[in-house]
């Protein structure tokens, strides 16, 4: 049995100072994220023969080993991660700021194995106004 | 209500600190006041699942919210106060604020609150057992005292689970003039987890069995932490002592088991050696304990000159299981005895530059750890009192481990500096019920080097070798062999087979008289040892640092590798990889913009043996 996760993260970064009064963060990261359970056999178990546990009966094979290794993977994982932010901050004088921002996540949920499908996607506006003393 | 309560509350403080902050800052020229208010709003939407796109955002359930921020900061004579604070909601606030007056008294606290939004796992994949499209582990067969019995049902479908998670934490100090040097202080902290979770339960064949209910979390855990320290010129001097309490007020979870049975006679009304099953009624799962925690540290750092120091201190702390008295009723699976783990730990390091290019540390520790053993009362295969079985669980915690520890640093050129050092870990282990050794070595040897190639460039190399005389590996865990199962190379049973209560061999033997005994069939007859820890690893890191002469431009590159394997006295080998790679690049095209690219690549593989038997009881 092998058991292999990996993730891959791309990321990205911005600052600009656009004018005095008016600057700009920006921020983007994506992720892939995947992890399964391969080459699983089970060799050989003496229930699977004949009597109370063959397809003919109400048992229907359930312990077959012919069931049990048309696994190909197991706990098969796979995300796909998409996180935004945006922020803007205008200074209107000297003593009142006014900043926006925006946040977005969005996961991308390819294989829905154990939680069940988690696609989902979050997404805030943020507005507020800042007075210096 | 209560939210706009809250948000009253906060608007009235917000003020009050702004008019504070006005009025200060007219009494006295010399007084440095500097204040702020934030008021807005938040804007908030969702769709499908929230559980991992907004797992720790509380704000995804609502549209609309007002948001609210102060800070305050007052320097004036001998006082310093500064406060700083975010309301989104009430399951997202922040706050944090400190004080200082004169240098002799001095305060600090924060306090956090957010929402964890917890998964749910459907049950529909347990197929270790089955192909069949999600028939999980339903049983086959019925009971005639639980006709309707659903063994892999989840009674919760479609709850959203989550935990309020909220902590304050303070600390104070008090500096005497008339004891320059020294200091006196307490922290204090206290955390609350408040919601609902999934929690599972699983019976004697529980790879297959299991069921999950929805679970009330209402926990605190309080900490308080008086210290003294005192700097004396060349000797330091620390003493501290924490009282950690966690507190469970959950209402229980109750789980009513599967019907157990004879493996093979569904009519026998006996427990077929199962501890307890449907005919107990409901019974408590999934309770996490209350506990005590008693700490006392010493910590003494002697500096002998100015390139030499000794450093040593000693740790002791008795835990307690303080849900003893409540839980030592046989069915609900409690000990009858008491359960603390009692800590203690010496430490002493010894640091010195034997001139300006080499150094020397040379440590040591040792600890031991003493755990109460667990003593049970089992039910018996009749289910009759008379059957009653004790069974004492000694700890697999109990041990003393013993490091020591070497490291030198060369600086062999102004550019480049060496470092190498050689760690002895010994682990002797009170108890071994299961483990195939009881006492291990582990010896680990690293180099690492750190050169400044020239033209911005500066490369650091470092490798790592671990070797476990003998990793953690469970004694005969997995594989009988055909003889003790009975059965030919095809799985099918043939006769020829140990007689699992004499031992005898036999042929032509009947199937169930094999079978009947679990205890020597199924598990004593179990031949190979299984372990997932490496025997011998080694670890590789490199990283570079690139700044491009005349160049705005920031490189930062990285490579770690581990490679672990193990075949000690097993019959498979085990085998883990894993590699942490990636590249930074910052790039300031102009004054005004600043630019950062990255990428990471992630990589886990371990091969082992999986091992599942299974059975139809």
């Known amino acids: 049995m092998s058991y292999d996760d990996s993730v891959h993260t791309l990321m990205a970064t911005a600052n600009w100072q656009a004018m005095d009064k008016l600057s700009f963060n920006f921020g983007i990261a994506f992720s892939m994220a995947q992890s399964e359970m391969e080459d699983i056999y089970f060799a050989s178990d003496p229930h699977t023969a004949g009597d109370r546990l063959d397809a003919a009966t109400p048992w229907k094979g359930t312990y077959d080993l012919a069931n049990t290794n048309d696994m190909e993977s197991y ?46 996607l979050y997404h805030s506006l943020r507005t507020w106004v800042t007075f210096r003393f | 209500m209560k939210k706009h309560c809250i948000h009253g509350i906060t608007l009235v403080g917000i003020a009050f600190l702004a008019l504070s902050g006005s009025a200060l800052a007219e009494e006295d020229a010399a007084t440095k006041v500097e204040a702020s208010v934030t008021a807005g709003f938040t804007l908030n939407d969702t769709n499908d699942r929230t559980s991992r796109a907004a797992e720790y955002q509380s704000l995804g359930d609502e549209d609309i919210l007002p948001a609210f921020g102060a800070s305050l900061f007052f320097e004036g004579g001998n006082t310093e106060f500064s406060f700083d604070g975010m309301y989104l909601d009430d399951q ?63 009674t919760a479908p479609d709850k959203e689970f989550g935990i309020n998670w909220s902590q304050w934490e303070a600390k104070g100090v008090i500096r005497l003039p008339s004891l320059p040097g020294v200091q006196f202080g307490l922290a204090a902290r206290e955390q609350f987890r408040q919601g609902h979770e999934q929690s599972m339960a699983m019976t004697k064949c529980g790879s297959c069995h299991i069921v999950s209910h929805e679970k009330d979390v209402d926990e605190k855990t309080l900490d308080f932490k008086p210290f003294v320290k005192a700097d004396l010129g060349q000797l330091s ?119 300006k290019e080499l150094k020397f540390n040379i440590s040591g520790r040792y600890q031991n750890i003493d755990a109460d053993d667990a003593t049970y009362t089992l039910k018996g295969k009749t289910g009759s009192p008379a059957d009653d079985i004790t069974y004492t669980r000694k700890s697999d915690e109990s041990r003393d481990v013993l490091k020591l520890k070497a490291d030198v640093m060369y600086r062999a050129l102004s550019d480049l500096t060496l470092r190498g050092g050689y760690e002895f870990e010994s682990i002797n282990r009170d108890n071994v019920d299961f483990l195939l050794e009881k006492d291990t070595n582990i010896h680990r040897i690293k180099a690492k080097a750190r050169w ?123 085998e883990n990889q894993l590699m942490d790679t990636g590249l930074d690049v910052t790039f300031n095209p102009a004054e005004t913009l600043s630019l950062t690219f990255g ?19």
Do not use: C
Request: hydrophobic share 30%.
């Open chain 1, 75 to 120: 706990s098969k994982l796979e995300y796909n991660t998409l996180d935004l932010n945006l922020e803007a901050l205008y200074s209107i004088s000297d003593n009142i700021d006014l900043t926006v921002k925006y946040l977005l996540t969005n996961v991308d949920d390819q294989e829905n194995y154990v939680y069940g499908d988690e696609s989902g």
């Open chain 2, 237 to 355: 001097l620390e003493y501290n002592f924490l009282y950690r309490q966690f507190i469970n007020d959950s209402d229980k979870t109750y789980h009513r088991y599967d019907p157990a049975t004879h493996p093979f006679d569904p009519t026998s009304s006996k427990y077929g050696s199962v501890n307890y099953d449907y005919r107990d009624g409901d019974l408590e799962i999934d309770r996490i304990p209350e506990t005590e925690k008693f700490v006392h540290t010493v910590k003494a750092k002697y500096d002998i000159n100015q390139s030499q120091n000794v450093f040593a201190s000693f740790v002791n702390s008795t835990t307690t299981n303080t849900s003893v008295d409540e839980l030592n009723r046989v069915a609900d699976g409690g000990s009858n005895s008491e359960l603390d783990v009692d800590y203690n730990a010496g430490m002493l390091n010894w640091s010195a530059w034997l001139n």
């Open chain 2, 92 to 154: 997202d606030m922040q706050f944090e604020g400190e004080a200082d007056f004169s240098r002799i008294f001095g305060i600090e606290a924060e306090y956090q609150k957010f929402y964890h939004r917890l998964g749910q796992d459907e049950l529909l994949n347990i197929r270790a057992t089955s192909a069949a499209p999600g028939q999980g582990a339903q049983l086959w067969h019925s009971y005639d005292y639980a006709p309707t019995w659903d063994v892999n049902s989840d």
């Open chain 2, 452 to 574: 400044r190639a020239g033209r911005g460039l500066t490369l650091n190399a470092g490798y790592k070798f671990t070797y476990d005389t003998d990793p953690y590996t469970i004694e005969d865990a997995a594989y009988p062999t055909h003889v003790d199962l009975g059965v030919n190379d095809q799985g099918f049973w043939d006769g020829f087979i140990n007689d699992p209560v004499t031992g005898r061999y036999i042929v032509e033997a009947p199937r169930f008289q094999a079978k009947n005994t679990y205890s020597k069939y199924v598990y004593g007859t179990r031949t190979e040892n299984m372990s997932a820890d490496p025997e011998f690893e080694h670890q590789l890191n490199l990283k570079a640092n690139w700044i491009p002469a005349g160049s705005n431009m920031f490189v930062d590159g990285y490579f770690r590798y581990t490679y672990g394997t193990n075949d000690q006295d097993l019959s498979y080998d085990y």
């Open chain 2, 599 to 617: 990428y990471n690549y992630f990589n886990r593989q371990t091969d082992s043996e999986f091992y599942i038997p299974y059975y139809h009881g």
